[in-house]
């Protein structure tokens, strides 16, 4: 063992200083395993990717090496959430516990942090009927007097959803850098004043894909002194990352240039050019793009192969984004000849012209090795990007020199990364094929824990009634259990139509309540859920979710005690990016199938799955309504990536497993809140 290695066994040991000093310590072999694997690759570099199902331990078996070792560390994690629960708990519990003095920093995004400049004139961006966003303002302007971070994650009652955000942040488009007046007192350059001067730093995985593409976030400084990078929840770093990766153009970022170039203009060159006609015409360029893209119902995804996107009419679509090129060059052309009056009209032109290359790039055909397609829904995005990040990360990640810190260790870890032995669903789009891969298994009992249950008398997903039979079952379970069930659905169609059956179920008489997606923000859906399992009443809900819901859930004890998921989580066949991938893969002579479709299924499945078991001490019922899982051939390989739980074998089976969870819940105190 080396020396790293020792000390971080010491930690882990019965009698060792975590079992002294935190709090519900209690050693697992696969924790330690894990923590020793991370000590190894700090020590000698390289990459680990390391999978480590839940309750492993994962936070405190990177935390632990990263802190014993002396070396400056980065830990990037999939939220803002997880951020602030690294930062405000883990790491200080730890650092204690291990008498480790350590300098910490918090790193997020632009959008995280009020902008002083931006809030100063964001009253007067905002037209006489927006009453609300006026109130909203004065609340912020309140809170700024007091913060010392300006992190509006700290401030009380905004929802992270507000559209008073967007007014009182910057972007990348409309900072001012060091011109701005308000440069001394910037909440996000103190943030990185903060991070260069750090030990740890904590970022989120958006920012670091983000300061990948541009540059821009503070990170270029940051990485080149750091020699040791920990990804958490490492599953979604391929996904994340071709969202930074490509190219895109937004009516959001258009109205926004719009509403910025009208109060700039009146405020800094009033009269000097039509800036309420500039403005407007760059304003209704905008939404004459978006009508061109047709009607939405909801959010889709739009192939595009062609100059314009399928579906869409040519001559409106060309005519569209001819004029939002012709209204762009107007505004940079009026703005070039006031922009050394302000640093604001200096910003402006300077978006502007931006904006305008932008557009003029989806004018053309797409890029070679990209993949193109159009958001639709109120408002519109034009992207184009990589198929994945594999060679980024060969390219801009692992051949990066790390300057006098020797060689870089980059630890990858998450719940779930694949469905065989070398992780390839993770390893191979991220191009860590030549990785060490480890796998540790959950140290729960699912034999004992837990059950799965596939009904075999339910419509098959592909019927009009399938969503109804789910509604059904899972109102039955939810019945019974008094609330207490999760239930996941692949599409938001099927949440909407199971959340209509099970509000018409229980709106009128006494029953579980249902808590849908959507309704409100996740965090408040959860807290309520939670909530209402310890109620004396024990009314209880039933959660409808889907996306986000499939992981970050983290409910133990007998708060949830089942989990339905409406149907195998396939990749969406009609997505302009998984047809891609597929194409690639059909290309190479391989079956996209079974070498894309099944692995992410299987990938996906194991996270809905995750979020039933999360202590020593649960138990409870996987539901899956899918008949495919047993009658299809790939059903083995999604089966064998589920946890090794029992199956039930019918209704009689289902009822004997009910009343156990009833009776569990009986004889269990409350559960904790």
Known sequence: MTSLEQAVAAAFAPDGALACAADGFREREGQTRLALAIARTVEQGGELVAEAATGVGKTFAYLVPALLSGERVLLS???????????????????????????????????????????????????????????????????????????????PGLDERSPVIPLVT?????????????????????????????????????????????????????????????????????????????????????????????????????????????AGDVERAARDLRMAAGPAKSTQRLRWTLREPDGVDRDAWALAIAGLGRALALAERALAGVAETAPDLARLQERAGE??????????????????????????????????IAEAVQTKLLTQPAEAVGRRAWVFVSATLGADERLTWFTGPCGLENAEVLQIGSPFDYARQAALYVPEDIARPADAQHSGDVARLAGDIAERLGGRTLVLTTTLRALRAIGEVLALRFGERAGPEVLLQGTLPKRVLMDRFRAAAGDALGRGCVLVGSASFWEGVDMPGDALQCVVIDKLPFPPPGDPLVEARCQRLEDQGRSAFAAYSVPAAA??????????????????????????LLNMGYGRRLLAALPPMPQLAGPADLAKMLDRLVAQCQGAPAVEN
């Open 77 to 155: 994690t999939a939220t803002k959430a997880l951020q602030d629960q690294l930062f405000a708990r883990d790491l200080p519990q730890l650092a204690a516990a291990l008498g480790v003095p350590v300098r910490m920093a918090l790193l997020k995004g632009r959008a995280s942090y009020l902008c002083r400049h931006r809030m100063n004139f964001a009253e007067a961006a905002l037209g006489s009927h927006e009453l609300g966003l006026r109130v909203a303002l004065g609340k912020v302007a309140r809170w700024a007097q007091a913060t010392r971070t300006g992190d509006l994650g700290e401030m």
């Open 170 to 278: 910057s972007t990348r488009e409309n900072c001012l850098g060091a011109e701005c007046p308000q440069f001394r007192q910037c909440h996000v350059n103190q943030a990185r004043r903060d991070a260069m001067a750090a030990d740890v730093v904590v970022i989120n995985h958006h920012l670091f894909f983000a300061d990948m593409a541009v540059r821009e976030s503070g990170m270029a400084e940051l990485l080149p002194t750091v020699r040791v990078v920990v990804f958490d929840e490492a599953h979604q770093l391929n996904e994340t990352g071709v969202q930074f990766l490509g190219r895109h153009l937004a009516t959001g970022q258009l109205l926004d240039f719009a509403r910025d170039l009208l109060a700039a203009g009146l405020q800094h060159a009033r009269g000097l050019a039509d800036w309420l006609v500039l």
């Open 355 to 388: 904006l305008g290359e932008r557009t003029a790039r989806f004018s053309a055909p797409g890029a070679a090795g990209f993949v193109r397609w159009l958001d639709v829904a109120a408002g519109l995005r034009l992207i184009e990007s990589p198929l994945d």
């Open 603 to 628: 990938v996906a499945l194991k996270q809905g799955a995750g979020r039933l078991i999360r202590r020593e001490t649960d138990a409870g019922l996987l539901v899956i309504c899918d008949t495919r």
